[in-house]
């Protein structure tokens, strides 16, 4: 943005985009063209009802005591499909880990993130190989990636956008906002997606920020910031694509705040009981995303039962590729840790890999975990 520009330009409005109601009524809102087919439309519903039952298969797996931990989806279902769908596919991804629905648009097997989780490997699957970044666990670091990655590919002269993946609670910390500024100085294509599910952890929104919403900390880096119903998988759509487009043409970046709620708790390991009223859960149950895009699709006519069996079935068999290649899957060779950090590791480094092994009693190495792509992870 010039300095003669107007800084108002940059603003966005209070009030989300939204193009369906809750009801599933379609109403279009200027400067928000819905640029989809039918068959967008029911790819849409297929990846928001896989994500759903994926996040169910993960979540079943963390009681079953094969996952440490699992972070869900739940209830967020629209703002990351609708988001992953409009991008390119040369584009590429940052995500932090929560993003499962995402990583199933870009073509990731959801079995190979789970590993994370379970502690037999980072992540078994080939970043670049769906241009989706390694799951991201401290918060806000996948947004200097994004960034950086972005000012690279300007330099290189390739045509792609990146978008960082963040929740509300990471627009606390100083990696998001030293991104955003870079990206901002070097009109670098990037979008900063923030999926504000209203709390985190066990910290509501209304303590992490004094702003007028998420979306308004846009402008003080210069670049616009739109505010989306996240629950609205169309009119998140048309949001994205309009901040992907403007910068793929040279616009720079921007900030999309979709406005949606963890209807689970924060990970497996969190109560959110101790902190969330039943009542406000009931709230946000009435907008739920799938529910309001099914009601959309069926007076569009564009879902039927012989549709949604095939989803069904897909999702059963996702599913239970799930639980095959995670349940009892053994885990890697402990001292792996040592083996890509340094290429000329210090004194201390040696110092405390021999003392790993001698904690292991210098025992053999695990397996590693099948039916992945560890080789180039």
């Known amino acids: 943005m010039g300095i003669d520009a107007d800084p108002s330009d ?24 819905l640029d989809l087919k039918e068959d967008d439309h029911r790819a849409l519903y ?11 298969q993960a979540i079943n797996l963390q009681r079953q005591g094969q996952l440490g931990v699992y972070a869900s989806l739940l209830g967020q279902e629209a703002a990351q499909v609708g988001s992953a769908y409009v991008l390119a596919e040369q584009d590429w991804a940052f995500p932090s880990y929560r993003e499962m629905g995402v990583a199933l648009v870009r073509g990731v097997d959801p079995a190979s993130t789970l590993h994370l989780f379970r502690g037999t ?20 670091t996948q947004a200097l990636h994004a ?22 609670g990471a627009t606390s910390e ?4 030293e991104a955003m500024n870079f990206a901002a100085v070097y009109d670098a294509a990037c979008v900063f997606f923030v999926q504000n599910n209203q709390y985190a952890i066990s910290v509501p929104l209304s303590k992490q920020t004094k702003a007028p919403t998420i979306a308004h900390k846009a402008i003080g880096y210069g670049m616009p910031g739109y ?21 793929r043409n040279g616009g720079g970046p921007s900030l999309v705040e979709a406005v ?7 990970t497996t390991a969190d109560d959110a009981a101790r902190y ?26 564009l879902l039927d039962d012989r549709l949604r069996e095939e989803i069904d079935a897909e999702a059963e068999r996702l599913a239970t590729r799930m639980r095959e290649a995670v349940y009892d899957a053994p885990h890697g060779d402990p001292m792996e840790l040592f083996d890509h950090v340094y290429v000329d590791p210090p004194a201390r480094f040696a110092e405390q890999r021999d003392l790993l092994r001698r904690e292991l009693g210098e025992g053999g190495a695990p397996a590693t975990p099948a039916g992945g792509e560890r080789e180039a992870s």
């Open 46 to 56: 297929r990846w928001m009802v896989l994500s759903r039952r994926v996040d169910r």
């Open 147 to 168: 960034a950086g990655y972005a000012m690279a590919a300007k330099l290189d002269g390739r045509d792609l956008v990146t978008v960082a993946y963040f929740g509300d």
């Open 260 to 266: 949606t709620y963890r209807m689970e708790s924060h």
């Open 121 to 140: 490997w980072f992540a078994d699957y080939d970043p670049h190989r769906h241009n989706f970044g390694l799951p991201s666990i401290p918060i806000g």
């Open 174 to 177: 100083g990696d998001p906002h």
């Open 227 to 247: 505010r989306v119903d996240g629950n609205d998988v169309l009119a998140t759509c048309a949001v994205m694509r309009k901040a992907v487009d403007r910068a």
């Open 276 to 301: 969330r009223t039943d009542e406000e859960l009931a709230q946000w149950r009435r907008r739920d995303p799938i529910a309001r895009f099914e009601a959309f699709l069926n007076a569009e006519g």
């Open 10 to 33: 940059l603003l966005p409005s209070a009030e989300p985009v939204r193009l369906l109601d809750e009801t599933g009524t379609l109403r279009e809102v200027d400067g928000f063209p």
